[in-house]
């Protein structure tokens, strides 16, 4: 079973920028799609973006896409997925995760810990 481990996440004012790391154990991940989620605070867990298993095709959420500057990635060699933020907004403080996907949704019910974001106005 593939293990995600979430890092990157911190404190950072509005207008800043975060970069999010997942490193994934297991021999799956280079050929798996991996996908970006997020939770705010009452909220269920929303995709954000995902990423095709060799990196060719990208998609994201329409909650986020346009609104704010977002990038997904990924290293097949270091089994690592990225997701860089710019132009954070408080709304957008919540915890991030990963996971394989099939299109926008999570493939697995075995979530790593996630990495907090929090963005403050």
């Known amino acids: 079973q593939v293990q995600l481990a979430e890092s990157g996440g911190g404190l950072v004012q509005a207008g800043g920028s975060l970069r999010l790391s997942c490193t994934a154990s297991?021999?799956?991940?280079?050929?798996?799609?991996m996908g970006w989620f997020r939770q705010a605070p009452g909220k269920e867990r929303e995709f954000v973006a995902r990423?095709?298993?060799?990196?060719?095709?990208?998609?994201?959420a329409d909650s986020v896409k346009g609104r704010f500057t977002i990038s997904i990635s990924r290293d097949n060699a270091k089994n690592t997925v990225y997701l860089q933020m710019n132009s954070l907004r408080p709304e957008d403080t919540a915890v991030y995760y990963c996971?394989?996907?099939?299109?926008?949704?999570?493939?697995?019910?075995?979530w790593g810990q996630g990495t907090l974001v929090t963005v403050s106005s």
């Open positions: 996971n394989r996907v099939s299109g926008a949704q999570a493939l697995s019910d075995a």
């Open positions: 297991g021999r799956t991940f280079s050929s798996s799609a």
């Open positions: 990423i095709a298993w060799n990196g060719g095709n990208t998609m994201y």
